[in-house]
């Protein structure tokens, strides 16, 4: 009793009780005190929900191909409870996003522990997270987003872990581990469409350290546990997403994963892109990258509306309601894909300048006015604050593009490490492989397409630990052993 009632006092010592206990004391303020602005998406994801809710998955398959299912599922089960309790299901809503929240607090401290930060940068980042404009608003709002949080941070943990055991003995050891990542993958897929490409790239990774262990005599025996791992991974994976595409072809009449967002959306890239283009309209694109009213400032709104999202749909969807018409269902996509690619092949160069300002664009996640979101008017006037919001926007951008560009190079100097990293001291630079893989694979995904502030959030945690690391390295001057 006398240990137990110790380790409680020791607890306020520890600066992470504190951070935790701020963070939840801070979201539940907010909880009690935010409005959810039902606009945009979110009114789509509303009516998911109820359908949801209504008839289960079969109606859900039956009225779509619609949106990934994990978060209008997850809606589905806030008005279930909220009609048990007679609150409005968005009450629910929230204290079940303050929960994901959390949970993804939790893994990012699981995350930078093993890195072996510094418990003062631990600390630290872990109470920006908290307390993050742009992080915490999608906890209170109906975006998908916020599911991703912990899921992102499962998937760079858990992939981590199965590099480091790629080559069991136990060949029923691999098969766990290939399934692990695989659910992962599903899961996350199933509320982010486009990691059903992502997949592809981690699927390669391991495939090529699979190969290299060809040329090396001492692994050889274990090459059949890495052969299990990748196709119980890579079988899993692609079962799982084709099993569903079935049941939107079995009820709906179509074998999609989701609704045609991504058809419209690639057009709607490659007809913007490869348009010719003044002089001021490609700088106004350019510091459109930094944000629509950094560009408004500089070059006004009738310039900038060119790079907005309500101009960019303007290609795609006309073109997409052209094609419903003009071919058979089946056919849609195939022919989307084709004037796409032929966009793209008119002015190859030009396409690729503009997916890099949009990979650069996802380094500024940080806002303050993501919007969706009612705050009490004290922290809304902070938040509009002209010279707040502009500074914490730029400050952590730049400090997480600087970060991320430290990270990359201390790996590329590490790579032969990464690709044996067995002992446990080494742990740091695999977890930090995958932290800027799956930056790397997340942004380089989106860049193809326009972005926007939220599309790079499920990612931000992955920023605030390439901070963190950075910060570790140069003011504690701390080396890793490699």
Not at 22 to 29: F, N, P, V
Not at 81 to 88: E, G, L, N, T
Not at 104 to 129: D, P
């Amino acid at each position: 009793m006398c240990y137990m009632f110790k380790q409680f006092k020791s607890s306020f010592h520890n600066p992470i009780f504190w951070v935790f206990f701020l963070s939840i004391t801070y979201w539940l303020y907010l909880a009690s005190t935010v409005g959810i602005v039902l606009v945009h998406d979110s009114v789509g994801y509303q009516e998911l929900g109820k359908t949801f809710y209504r008839g289960g998955l079969v109606e859900y398959l039956t009225t779509g191909p619609n949106r990934e299912p994990v978060y209008p599922f997850f809606i589905s089960m806030a008005m279930r409870i909220a009609d048990k309790i007679s609150v409005s299901y968005t009450s629910v809503l929230i204290i079940m996003q303050v929960i994901v929240l959390f949970a993804a607090q939790s893994l990012l401290f699981l995350l930078l522990q093993k890195m072996k930060i510094n418990r003062w940068i631990t600390a630290g980042t872990l109470l920006y997270m908290g307390f993050s404009p742009a992080i915490v608003n999608m906890a209170y709002s109906v975006y998908s987003e916020i599911a991703t949080y912990p899921v992102v941070l499962g998937m760079v943990l858990l992939g981590a872990y199965c590099w480091k055991n790629f080559f069991r003995s136990h060949y029923f050891i691999s098969a766990l581990q290939g399934l692990g990542l695989a659910a992962v993958f599903l899961w996350i897929t199933f509320i982010k469409g486009i990691y059903e490409y992502i997949f592809i790239f981690f699927f390669l990774a391991f495939s090529v350290r699979f190969f290299i262990t060809l040329f090396t005599k001492e692994k050889r025996k274990y090459m059949i546990g890495g052969f299990i791992f990748l196709l119980v991974f890579g079988g899993v994976f692609k079962g799982g997403v084709s099993y569903y595409k079935s049941l939107n072809q079995k009820y709906n009449g179509t074998y999609a994963l989701a609704d045609s967002r991504g058809l419209f959306s690639l057009y709607s890239s490659a007809a913007r892109r490869t348009e010719d283009m003044s002089t001021k309209r490609i700088l106004a694109g350019i510091v459109y990258t930094m944000g629509e009213g950094a560009c408004v400032d500089l070059f006004g709104r009738d310039e900038c509306y060119f790079w907005g999202i309500h101009h960019y749909d303007s290609y795609g969807i006309p073109k997409l309601q052209q094609v419903h018409q003009a071919y058979a269902k089946n056919e849609v996509s195939k022919e989307m894909m084709r004037l796409s690619k032929e966009k793209i092949l008119q002015k190859p160069l030009p396409f690729t300048f503009w997916m890099g300002m949009e990979w650069a664009r996802m380094f500024f996640w940080e806002s303050t006015q993501i919007g969706f979101v009612v705050y009490p008017d004290w922290l809304a006037h902070i938040f509009n604050h002209k010279l707040f919001k502009n500074i914490i926007r730029l400050g952590v951008s730049l400090l997480s593009l600087i970060s991320f560009l430290y990270a990359l190079i201390f790996i590329i100097k590490n790579l032969k490490v990464v690709f044996y990293p067995e002992e446990q001291s080494r742990e740091p630079v695999r977890i930090l492989f995958f932290i800027l893989f799956g930056i790397c694979c997340h942004v380089g995904m989106y860049a193809i397409f326009m972005t926007i502030t939220r599309f790079a959030l499920p990612i931000a945690p992955l920023y605030l630990a390439t901070i963190a690391f950075a910060l570790d390295r140069i003011l504690c001057k701390k080396k890793i052993k490699v």
